[in-house]
């Protein structure tokens, strides 16, 4: 409840509401997940979530601290918002339609960038717990299939193995379409799992993460095959320390842009600067991807709570690359890495 009482506090108007319809903001508020839903929480703490026939009598039974009432239209919405004195909602202009604004237009509209993003950011002791337990699974299941990782298995079957096995641990299935990268695919930092056969020599790079009660994991390990290139192999241990710079970096207070620039100084020393094409980390929960954002513009500051991702990378074309990724807890003083496969 303190959750939706500090989103209140921010409206601050009595006669203003924050107003979404985007699926994963809502199911922040509500911790109800539905494909159709409207939630509405105005400055003097009133709290309504609307969701049609489908979803309405779980949501009556499941949503806490909300007025769930049943979706009629709009119509029927703007009356009601009309009639509980509300003049001006407050939308996410990342995160609603322009033909939904349009439909608002009894009201006036304020748009703010990354409204609940402040909230998200700091994850709670639930949230935490949450996102600590789909790291587990996610762990477990890629060990659970770690022996088909060898030549003459497609990246397509290994993704399909590890998908059945996010299941059977408890998952909920994907966060993001796995990546499973091998010999010169690898030197994509996105590239989609294709029909290609794991060969020996291979570097293998699997990006995973799958979703537990809502939450997401985001992991990446790079994989050896037999008797790899030397210089791969350097490039391997060199990622692997530059994720160690980048986690001693971690805490409470220090800005973002620091944490990514520590770590490509490192890798500019060791020659491969060039090399290292994407932002260092982003934060993780409901979505793949949240605030804060490790990155080169980035201007944020890191919070007690935050949980976020470190990931160097070093991509050469026609060689291959390499990607290490763990998700970390950020406190005053330190990170934890919420990881435990070995790296």
Same mark, same amino acid.
């Given at each position: 409840?303190?959750?939706?009482?500090?989103?209140?506090?921010?409206?601050?108007?009595?006669?203003?509401?924050?107003?979404?319809?985007?699926?994963?903001?809502?199911?922040?508020?509500?911790?109800?997940?539905?494909?159709?839903?409207?939630?509405?929480?105005?400055?003097?703490?009133?709290?309504?979530?609307?969701?049609?026939?489908?979803? @309405?009598?779980?949501? #009556?039974?499941?949503?806490?601290? $909300?007025?769930?009432? /049943?979706? &009629?239209?709009?119509?029927? %919405? +703007?009356?009601?918002?009309?009639?509980?004195?509300?003049?001006?909602?407050?939308?996410?202009?990342?995160?609603?339609?322009?033909?939904?604004?349009?439909?608002?237009?009894?009201?006036? @509209?304020?748009?703010? #960038?990354?409204?609940?993003?402040? $909230?998200?950011?700091? /994850?709670? &002791?639930?949230?935490?717990? %949450? +996102?600590?337990?789909?790291?587990?699974?996610?762990?477990?299941?890629?060990?659970?299939?770690?022996?088909?990782?060898?030549?003459?298995?497609?990246?397509?079957?290994?993704?399909?193995?590890?998908?059945?096995?996010?299941?059977?641990?408890?998952?909920?299935?994907?966060?993001?379409?796995?990546?499973?990268?091998?010999?010169?695919?690898?030197?994509?930092?996105?590239?989609?799992?294709?029909?290609?056969?794991?060969?020996?020599?291979?570097?293998?790079?699997?990006?995973?993460?799958?979703?537990?009660?809502?939450?997401?994991?985001?992991?990446?390990?790079?994989?050896?095959?037999?008797?790899?290139?030397?210089?791969?192999?350097?490039?391997?241990?060199?990622?692997?320390?530059?994720?160690?710079?980048?986690?001693?970096?971690?805490?409470?207070?220090?800005?973002?842009?620091?944490?990514?620039?520590?770590?490509?100084?490192?890798?500019?020393?060791?020659?491969?600067?060039?090399?290292?094409?994407?932002?260092?980390?982003?934060?993780?929960?409901?979505?793949?991807?949240?605030?804060?954002?490790?990155?080169?513009?980035?201007?944020?500051?890191?919070?007690?709570?935050?949980?976020?991702?470190?990931?160097?990378?070093?991509?050469?074309?026609?060689?291959?690359?390499?990607?290490?990724?763990?998700?970390?807890?950020?406190?005053?003083?330190?990170?934890?890495?919420?990881?435990?496969?070995?790296?």
């Amino acid at each position: 409840m303190e959750k939706l009482l500090s989103v209140a506090r921010k409206v601050d108007d009595r006669k203003k509401a924050f107003f979404s319809v985007d699926g994963a903001e809502n199911f922040y508020l509500t911790s109800f997940r539905s494909t159709f839903g409207i939630a509405v929480v105005t400055g003097d703490g009133r709290f309504y979530f609307f969701t049609d026939g489908r979803y @309405i009598e779980r949501a #009556e039974k499941e949503v806490k601290g $909300f007025t769930v009432l /049943k979706w &009629e239209g709009w119509e029927k %919405l +703007i009356g009601f918002l009309k009639s509980e004195g509300i003049e001006t909602l407050i939308v996410d202009p990342n995160r609603v339609k322009l033909s939904t604004v349009k439909k608002l237009s009894h009201f006036s @509209i304020d748009e703010e #960038e990354g409204f609940l993003s402040e $909230f998200r950011a700091v /994850k709670s &002791e639930e949230e935490l717990s %949450l +996102i600590t337990r789909t790291v587990q699974i996610a762990e477990l299941s890629l060990k659970s299939v770690l022996h088909l990782l060898k030549p003459g298995t497609t990246e397509v079957e290994f993704r399909r193995e590890l998908l059945s096995a996010f299941f059977r641990f408890g998952g909920e299935g994907e966060a993001f379409p796995t990546i499973v990268a091998s010999g010169p695919n690898s030197s994509v930092p996105h590239w989609e799992t294709g029909r290609r056969e794991i060969r020996e020599g291979d570097v293998v790079i699997v990006d995973f993460g799958t979703v537990y009660r809502g939450y997401v994991s985001d992991i990446t390990r790079t994989f050896l095959v037999g008797n790899v290139p030397s210089q791969l192999r350097e490039i391997y241990d060199a990622v692997r320390e530059a994720q160690e710079v980048g986690i001693r970096e971690l805490r409470s207070g220090k800005s973002c842009r620091s944490v990514d620039r520590a770590v490509r100084e490192f890798l500019k020393r060791k020659g491969l600067g060039d090399y290292f094409v994407h932002s260092l980390g982003h934060g993780i929960g409901v979505e793949v991807h949240e605030a804060p954002t490790l990155s080169p513009k980035s201007e944020e500051v890191l919070r007690r709570g935050n949980v976020v991702t470190v990931e160097p990378g070093v991509y050469v074309p026609g060689l291959g690359g390499v990607r290490i990724e763990d998700d970390c807890f950020v406190t005053e003083e330190r990170a934890f890495t919420l990881v435990s496969l070995e790296r």
